[in-house]
């Protein structure tokens, strides 16, 4: 058989799309585990800052660095996960083409469910 073949059959073209989905589940769920920090980190910066001002929340009473440490810290991981996420995700994307407006709000909460799974359990 040859590759046109296969795509012509739809036994493997159906076994074709579950394989490619499967893998992007599996990159995303796998990114999501790291990716409980940059959530975490967005959270606290949330709670501290805009919503503490709003009354919303209240402020972590040994929270006074300023924005110094989130410019440091925060804004480098969050670049640094958000580049991680897009990379993986444009490339299992390219392997597997299916329409962007289904693949990327799947995969982004298919990464979230770690973070969800966490607040549930804790």
Do not use: H, K
């Amino acid at each position: 058989m040859t590759p046109v073949d296969d795509l012509n059959n739809p036994d493997r073209a159906a076994t074709a799309r579950v394989r490619s989905w499967s893998t992007a589940v599996l990159v995303n769920l796998t990114l999501g585990v790291p990716g409980v920090v940059p959530v975490w980190l967005l959270w606290y910066l949330a709670v501290n800052w805009p919503l503490a001002a709003l009354g919303w929340a209240t402020r972590e009473a040994t929270e006074n660095d300023g924005v110094l440490p989130w410019l440091m810290i925060g804004l480098p991981v969050l670049t640094l996960f958000g580049l991680l996420w897009w990379l993986a995700n444009r490339r299992v994307r390219r392997s597997m083409a299916p329409p962007s407006r289904l693949y990327w709000p799947v995969s982004g909460l298919l990464t979230a469910v770690p973070t969800f799974v966490l607040m549930i359990v804790l």
